[in-house]
Structure formats: structure tokens, C-alpha cells
């Protein structure tokens, strides 16, 4: 199809031309693919001037996420979609106001379940409006609902299943029952999603309506008007071709302990040299390791019962011993290992606890103990070795903040991984991946991981911004990558960090770059809380509050407020604290003062990476 010529006389400038080409090429392009659309130039028929419009009904996909695990499978969707001729919209679900969820008439959501069955951050504001007695009635919209979560949580796929029940109260039509995922998520959200491309239509309809896209605005041109240049469309992100079923083998190039001899840590620092990858990743994201399991806890298992490494097993490619050694998690006991060994113990606590479904009694009856001290409580129980597998899950990778920046040290990734060691019934007990690191993963060899990317954990593009960096322990990690980020850019903006831990003699972990980070002047400050080195233990969060009227006015400033660490207590501690002095330094009633924190975390001003 032959593009108008553009007269060489026409009143347009060379910017002006250019633009015109592109935009008579794209409606070219679209009447190409769109019935009752006409091209430039084109001859019109009788029934030209009476041809509707024709659009489609978007589908909007939202995501609440906290790690970056729900981002990509929404992402995934809307590709999967988009490939079958669907519009799509991503939308994070804090984004979305409920009146504009009402006049959605098409809509996938992809919720994550963080702790203990609640909202991922991004997810609050969306909940509490959809959860509300005000909420509006959804009668034409048609969803369907992703649910990831760790059935190793009580709460499993929780928020989804909320959110899944709400929109079914309000009136809203279920074209695809909810799935629920574990943690090995891909394969049921592909399978979940061909189903849903079967029932989600693509669906023409006449005119503009409220989920049409928006025309673009006039731009006026020698005096006329002619639509606006749509914004270039951002190239999709590349994928890695690494990922957690295709770890790539990393080489390790530094493993040393970072905390000193005197502590009750092991902290390590252990750096990866990417090669020729092509992996790529941001100050913020996170990298998946595939660990092996512990040889010694191999060995005692294989003992235990009474078989062979090489012995065959039914169903399996792999001898027992590799399938033990990579294949399953043999540590922490699955709900269904529970389940099957309350039936053969004979164990009265473990029956007990189990029976009353009293989840304290049962965490402190599992606390320390692995699968080997479970077996143990009946030493005449025999187990077959396909019975054991048959009530394990399988080995996952675990992730861990990326501690450097790729600007500071290309082709390089480092991390901050703090190996649990703890004894009991005579014998060591290790952290399975951390472990794996400190103990399998010396300098020259190589490791299997891959980058879990998490868009919302980042610096803020404008370099002017303040930041303020609570991160205790290892929670340092993404920290010192910010620090480095913001070195490598030049950025003018300030940085406050917050650290912590027990005993500044032993624990303070990267106390020499933190201390050049402040003489160089890109840290601007720097507050302490070592918990045991004075008879009242002092927390990061005691320092928030001795600085309550500085750290009010950074926020004031548009600053930005970061979290990374332990998600049980300190970051439950950290977020009182903040919301405490927020609301004492702007006088501000409890309404205004969750409103306040809800913003921040609207505009990605407040966000954490907790575990």
C-alpha cells in the first residue's frame, strides 16, 4: 500500500515531516489489520462516512508483589495475551482506585501472600478499599485470579484467595476458577493461562468507551491541529535465559567472613564473577541460588533408611543419592511429612499439637528440629526411601539481596549471607542454601543462580532525592549496593543509613567502606544501634525515634524510606516507629497518619525487602 506523498513545499519543518511520515505509516500499518479503518489517500466507498470505530475491551492484568515473582507473571500474561491480538494493561494493584476496578470489564489479578497470609505492600491500599462496606458493585466485570504463596505458611495463598472471594461478592463473574501456587509457580501459572486465553474474549466493540484506549491530545502544528505523536513504545525488558530451571553456573571468585572472631555470627561476603552470562541486574534485585543439600545430612539420611546412594528408585532417573543431594528438601519438614508421621510415630506431643491445630504449640515443637530429629522420634519407625520422597517437596532455590552494584563492579554480583549453624541431638544443623554457600561454594568454583528481578526495590531515578536506609544485620546487603549505585551516578541526593546488631567489636560488617562512604561524603549520615554492647538493648528503631524530627523533614523533602531485614519483628518494629513519628512530628490524627504512609507507599517512597 502506496504512503501519501508529502509536497516538499508543505509548511512543515524537517522534525514536523519526519513525524507526519511516521504517523501516515502507522495508520497504513493499522487499516492493514483493522477492518473499517481506512488509510490516508485510500478512496472512500458509499458506506465510508457510516463505518463505526472498532476497538477492543481491553484486558487489564493486575499484580501485588513483594519479592517481584507476581510483576513477572503479570508480565508474562500480558504477553501471552497481547501475542493472541489482546490489549493488555498492567496495573499494580495499588494503582487502581475502586471506581476504576468497577468499569473494568476484564481483569486478571496476580497476587502474591506475604507472611502470614496478608497483602503484599503494594496491596494494602488496594485491599482495604475492595474489603470496605463503601466498596462499589463489579456486576460487568469478568476476572480471574492467580494466587502464589509457600505451603510451608499456614495462610497459603491467602491474600489471593481474599481478593478471589471479595470480587465474587461484589457482584463480579469468575470466568476461571482461582489457582493456587506454591512456590514452584510456573508450570500451573502456564497451564492456568491457557486456559484463561480459552475463556477471557476478544471482544470488538463500537466507539470509545471508559476502558478504551484514550485518544491522544491536539498538537498544534503552523497553526492546525493533528494528533498528538504517540510516545514511542519502550522496547519489552530482554529476558534472561537463566532462570531457576536453568540456573547458570556462576564462578565464585571471593568467600570470606565478613563479622569477626568473637561473634555469634558467620557473615559472609561471596562474590560471582558473571562471565559471558549476559546477566544482567539492578541495585535492588535479588539473586536465586540452587544450593545441594548438606553431604553430612545426606549421609545420616541414606542411614537412616538403610539404603544405598546408588540404590533405584521408582519413577526417577537419578539415584537416591543425587535425588537427596538436589532434588528434594530434606530438611524442613513438608505439612505432608507431618501428616504421614503423626499416623506412624506414635509420637503423643507430636499427635497432640497436631490434632489441636495449635499453630505456637507447633512451632515450638518444631523449632530447631529437621526432618532426621522427626524420623528419630521413633527409632523402630521404618521408612522405604520411596515413602520419604514421596512426603518431601521439592529442593528450592533460595534468593538473597544483591549486595553491589553493576555499575561499581561489572560483571560481578556479590552477596551478604549470614550461614545458620545451630546444634542439637548431637549433631550440627545447617541452613540449607546459606550453608551451601559458606561450606560448598569456595573461591574457583561455581555455583547455579540466576537474577530475580524487583522493580519496586530501587534508588529513585531523580538523583536529588533523599534516601534513608533502615537495613540491620545482613539486611545491610541492598544498602551497600544504593551506596555504590549512587556513587557510580553522581547523585547529589542524601543518604542517611540505619545499621545495627549485637556487638560493634564483632558484627559491624563492612565498617571500612561505610566509614569511606561517609569521609568521601556519599553517606551523609550514619546512626548505630549495637543491641548488646550497654545493659539497655538499643534497635534501629530507637534511633529512628532519637532523630524523629530530621527524619520527618527528609520525608517532608520527598525523600525516600527503605527497609531490609527481618520481616517477624524488626520490620514490624520499623514500621511503628516510623508511623509513631510521622504522626508526632506532623501533629496528625490516625487517620491522616495511615493516609500519609499509604501515599508513600503509593509512590514507591516506602518499600522493603523483608524476609
Not at 494494602?124 to 466485570?141: I, K, N, T
Not at 516507629?577 to 516506602?606: C, H, M, P, W
Request: net charge negative; proline share 5%.
Amino acid at each position: 500500500m502506496k504512503i501519501p506523498y508529502i509536497p516538499e513545499d508543505a509548511p512543515f519543518n524537517e522534525d514536523q515531516r519526519a513525524w507526519l511520515a511516521g504517523f501516515l505509516a502507522g495508520l497504513h500499518s493499522r487499516a492493514a489489520i483493522v477492518p473499517g479503518v481506512a488509510a490516508p489517500g485510500a478512496v472512500a466507498g458509499p458506506d465510508a462516512a457510516a463505518a463505526p470505530q472498532v476497538t477492543t475491551v481491553p484486558l487489564n492484568i493486575l499484580y501485588g508483589t513483594q519479592t517481584g515473582n507476581a510483576e513477572a507473571v503479570a508480565e508474562d500474561a500480558a504477553e501471552k495475551f497481547q501475542a493472541q491480538g489482546f490489549t493488555t494493561r498492567l496495573h499494580e494493584l495499588d494503582a487502581v482506585e475502586m471506581d476504576t476496578l468497577a468499569e473494568m470489564e476484564q481483569a486478571i489479578m496476580v497476587v502474591s501472600t506475604y507472611g502470614e497470609g496478608e497483602m503484599p505492600d503494594n496491596g494494602e491500599y488496594f485491599w482495604e478499599g475492595l474489603s470496605a462496606d463503601s466498596a462499589p458493585r463489579m456486576e460487568q466485570l469478568k476476572f480471574g485470579v492467580i494466587a502464589l504463596g509457600d505451603t510451608s505458611y499456614d495462610q497459603f495463598c491467602q491474600a489471593g484467595k481474599l481478593i478471589d472471594m471479595r470480587l465474587e461478592q461484589l457482584g463480579a463473574t469468575r470466568l476461571v476458577d482461582r489457582v493456587d501456587c506454591d512456590v514452584d509457580f510456573e508450570d500451573s501459572c502456564e497451564e492456568w493461562l491457557t486456559s484463561a486465553l480459552a475463556v477471557f474474549e476478544l471482544t470488538e466493540v463500537e466507539g470509545a468507551g471508559v476502558n478504551d484506549t484514550a485518544q491522544p491530545a491536539a498538537l498544534v502544528v503552523n497553526g492546525g491541529a493533528m494528533p498528538a505523536a504517540p510516545e514511542p513504545a519502550k522496547p519489552a525488558p530482554k529476558k534472561s535465559e537463566w532462570t531457576r530451571k536453568n540456573p547458570f553456573h556462576a564462578l565464585v571468585m571471593d568467600n570470606h567472613v565478613l563479622s569477626g572472631e568473637g561473634s555469634a555470627k558467620e557473615i559472609r561476603h561471596v562474590a560471582f564473577h558473571l562471565g559471558a552470562s549476559g546477566m544482567e541486574y539492578a541495585a535492588g534485585d535479588a539473586l536465586g541460588v540452587v544450593p545441594t543439600n548438606s553431604p553430612a545430612l545426606v549421609s545420616e539420611m541414606l542411614l537412616r533408611l538403610g539404603a544405598s546412594k546408588d540404590q533405584a528408585i521408582a519413577d526417577h532417573d537419578e539415584p537416591l543419592g543425587e535425588l537427596l543431594a538436589n532434588r528434594f528438601e530434606i530438611r524442613t519438614p513438608s505439612r505432608e511429612f507431618l501428616a504421614e508421621l503423626e499416623k506412624r510415630a506414635e509420637h503423643e506431643e507430636l499427635s497432640h499439637v497436631l490434632s489441636h491445630q495449635d499453630k505456637e504449640a507447633l512451632d515450638a515443637f518444631l523449632w530447631g528440629k529437621d526432618t532426621l530429629d522427626l524420623l528419630n522420634l521413633n527409632p523402630k519407625l521404618n521408612v522405604s526411601p520411596e515413602e520419604f520422597l514421596s512426603w518431601c517437596k521439592p529442593l528450592q532455590h533460595r534468593a538473597y539481596s544483591i549486595s553491589s552494584s553493576p555499575l561499581a563492579h561489572p560483571g560481578e554480583v556479590h552477596l551478604t549471607v549470614a550461614a545458620v549453624r545451630w546444634q542439637k541431638h548431637g549433631r550440627e544443623h545447617q541452613g540449607v542454601a546459606s550453608c551451601f554457600l559458606a561450606d560448598q561454594c569456595e573461591d574457583s568454583t561455581r555455583a547455579p543462580v540466576f537474577i530475580t528481578a524487583n522493580k519496586s526495590f530501587r534508588v529513585p531515578e531523580d538523583d536529588d532525592r533523599p534516601i534513608i536506609m533502615v537495613g540491620p544485620g545482613t539486611g545491610i546487603a541492598p544498602f551497600r549496593a544504593f551506596l555504590e549505585e549512587r556513587r557510580e551516578r553522581g547523585a547529589k541526593g542524601k543518604n542517611w543509613l540505619f545499621f545495627g546488631d549485637q556487638h560493634r567489636e564483632h558484627d559491624f560488617i563492612y565498617e571500612d567502606e561505610i566509614a569511606q562512604a561517609s569521609s568521601d561524603g556519599v553517606l551523609s549520615r550514619l546512626d548505630l544501634a549495637f543491641s548488646r554492647d550497654q545493659a539497655d538493648k538499643i534497635y534501629v528503631q530507637n534511633r529512628m525515634h532519637e532523630n524523629a524530627k530530621d527524619l520527618f523533614a527528609w520525608l517532608e523533602e520527598g525523600g525516600y524510606f527503605y527497609v531490609c531485614g527481618d520481616a517477624t519483628r524488626m520490620a514490624k518494629d520499623v514500621d511503628q516507629a516510623l508511623n509513631d513519628i510521622i504522626q508526632q512530628q506532623g501533629g496528625f490524627s490516625d487517620d491522616r497518619t495511615a493516609d500519609y504512609v499509604a501515599k508513600l507507599k503509593r509512590e514507591k517512597r516506602y518499600v522493603r525487602d523483608v524476609y
